[in-house]
């Protein structure tokens, strides 16, 4: 079933421990369940892939993994401590990020507040030492500020710090929203359809820039519809249907999969 | 110049308490939390440095501090459960608050109740004048100036952008939250221990749903975007029921004797034309002398 060289590559990425394990995840709205015992791991490092059909329950469970919607059921660990019943801001802090699949930026603030804002976790200064002008203050905001200015030139958007983000593009917004995510330095980042309304060279650009990302280090958990986006960036895939987990594996296991196949195409009956 | 204080005194310290509340509210609108309990917040701070300057014989200042002290505790204890409301269930919410301060206070005879609170009646006399107030709003402008563009006031604009996306980027909204609604409650405290102390007269009616509807008339009236706008609001509407006293009388209706008419024109004639307040007009003309400036916010990128 599993090439050689497949095995290895598995073996060497779980050779370590994994940075989110989760454990029989189960949400249920009600009657319906959208997430049933879905299980798995991200490693240090590791660009995980999350495909499945439209209502899969991909968006359930990012919103489980970031804190905005509590589990009813399993367990979800992140460098070592539960955050299954953890408030979405300590998640933040802890190192998780991420961005949304209907863009949610904070319109009405300018380009390089939104960066300053993503970086709220790990500023310290209070309010009270702002009122006697203090230095520390004055360093740590011309550090975040420097900081986010440094974000936005790699994405391209240092000429657009100043007007309100409400104001960008759609395919700069995304952009925008990719640079927040990452302002807060993350360990994690969950990418919840970021090549959504792309065209293909730009979602080939995205790509490359997620790549790069990765090989510095920061792990991926990638939500998408772009097949060919995913299984190039992918090291690995986990596909949702109907709330459960069909089939995990790395992208060529995953395309020649019947399940999956299934899922995606239907049967031949 | 004295000769104008002396006749307009009142008039010039009810404009500065005025802007006092109108910052007491902005602050909880900066992060979207349409609170009503800000005319209940006065009344404690107005009571409670009332009775300590009266029956204790405390000085104005510490009975100040306490009654802005007393008032921000009710409003932690009461914001706690209540933050977990938003939009209109948290107006009735806070709106019941006040209402119940109110009917609280009319029933407590120890308060004067309904016939009100008469300070310096006997021969010790400790009144607040307008330096106390310009004195206190200045202190109380240098707090929101140096809250502009802080780590906070970032945080209460992402919460009034988008709450959830806002607690993604590790901003504990809760928190923020509480701390907006209990500023505020501190705020308001501080506008009613001058009140009172200024007029040497409370009663329950001075802190009812009228009041709790001018401050909001305020604040929408100059504008939200900035402190400067709640101030500028509250100004315009304070000194308008003065100024249309020279209206003449047609047809025997007075409009003097109804000055809620004439804001409630000027609220709609702003919600309809200038919507983000008075300050629409400053920030326009801003942009005419300086095109190329960001207003609001950040300084501008180096390039």
């Known amino acids: ?269 | 110049m004295s000769e104008f204080y002396n006749a307009n005194s009142f008039l010039i310290s009810l404009v500065g308490i005025n802007a006092i509340m109108a910052l007491s509210i902005y602050i909880t609108l900066s992060c979207a939390m349409l609170s009503l309990s800000n005319a209940a917040s006065m009344a404690i701070g107005a009571y409670t440095a009332a009775l300590l300057t009266q029956q204790l014989a405390w000085a104005l200042w510490p009975a100040v501090v306490a009654g802005a002290l007393m008032s921000g505790l009710v409003a932690l204890v009461l914001g706690l459960p209540i933050m977990r409301l938003s939009g209109v269930f948290l107006a009735i919410a806070t709106l019941g608050f006040g209402e119940v301060i109110r009917i609280a206070i009319v029933n407590i005879d120890a308060l004067g109740g309904s016939e009100g609170f008469r300070l310096n009646s006997g021969d010790r006399t400790i009144e607040a004048s307008g330096w106390e107030v310009y004195g206190v709003l200045l202190l109380i402008a240098y707090f929101f100036s140096r809250l502009k563009g802080s780590r906070m006031s970032l945080a209460l604009q992402a919460i009034r952008e988008d709450e959830n996306a806002a607690r993604t980027m590790g901003i504990n909204v809760t928190f923020y939250k509480v701390a907006a609604y209990v500023t505020g409650a501190i705020v308001a405290g501080i506008a009613g221990a001058l009140y009172a102390h200024l007029r040497s007269f409370i009663s329950p009616g001075d802190f009812g749903f009228q009041r709790a509807v001018d401050v909001l008339v305020f604040a929408v009236v100059g504008g939200t975007l900035a402190w400067r706008g709640a101030i500028m609001g509250a100004v315009l509407m304070t000194l308008l029921p003065e100024a249309i006293r020279v209206v003449p009388i047609v047809g025997g209706f007075n409009i003097k004797d109804q000055p809620e008419i004439f804001s409630g024109v000027i609220l709609l004639a702003v919600i309809l034309f200038l919507p983000n307040g008075l300050l629409t007009v400053a920030l326009s003309l801003n942009r005419i002398r300086r095109p190329a400036r960001k207003v609001i916010g950040h300084k501008e990128a180096s390039p």
């Not at chain 1, 879905?38 to 209502?55: A, C, Q, R």
């Not at chain 1, 936005?152 to 952009?175: F, I, M, T, V, W």
């Open chain 1, 1 to 269: 079933m599993m090439s050689p060289v497949e095995t290895q590559a598995i073996e060497a990425t779980t050779s370590s421990k994994p940075l989110l394990a989760v454990q029989e995840l189960t949400r249920a709205f009600g009657g319906l369940v959208a997430v049933r015992d879905v299980s798995f791991d991200v490693y240090p490092g590791e660009v995980y892939g999350l495909i499945g059909p439209n209502g899969a329950g991909k968006t359930t469970v990012i919103n489980m993994l970031s804190g905005l919607l509590p589990p009813t059921g399993g367990t979800i660990t992140f460098r070592g401590q539960r955050i299954d019943r953890m408030p979405a801001h300590r998640i933040a802090a802890l190192g998780l990020s991420r961005t949304y699949q209907n863009i949610r930026l904070f319109g009405a603030m300018s380009v390089l507040q939104n960066v300053v804002v993503g970086q709220h976790a790990r500023m310290r200064a209070s309010l009270a030492e702002r009122l006697v002008f203090s230095p520390r203050v004055r360093r740590e905001e011309e550090a975040a500020r420097r900081r986010a200015l440094t974000l936005l030139e790699e994405a391209g958007l240092a000429s657009l710090a100043s007007q309100p983000a409400s104001a960008l593009a759609y395919g700069n917004q995304r952009r925008l929203e990719l640079a927040r995510a990452l302002a807060s330095g993350p360990h994690l980042l969950l990418l919840d359809e970021p090549a959504a309304g792309m065209n293909a060279a730009e979602s080939q650009a995205l790509g490359t820039r997620l790549r790069t990302l990765a090989e510095g280090g920061l792990s991926l958990l990638v939500v998408e519809h772009d097949v060919s986006l995913v299984m190039s960036l992918c090291d690995r895939i986990g596909v949702l249907n109907f709330g459960n987990l069909i089939a995990e594996g790395t992208p060529t296991e995953i395309a020649r999969d019947p399940q999956v196949i299934e899922a995606y195409l239907g049967s031949d009956e």
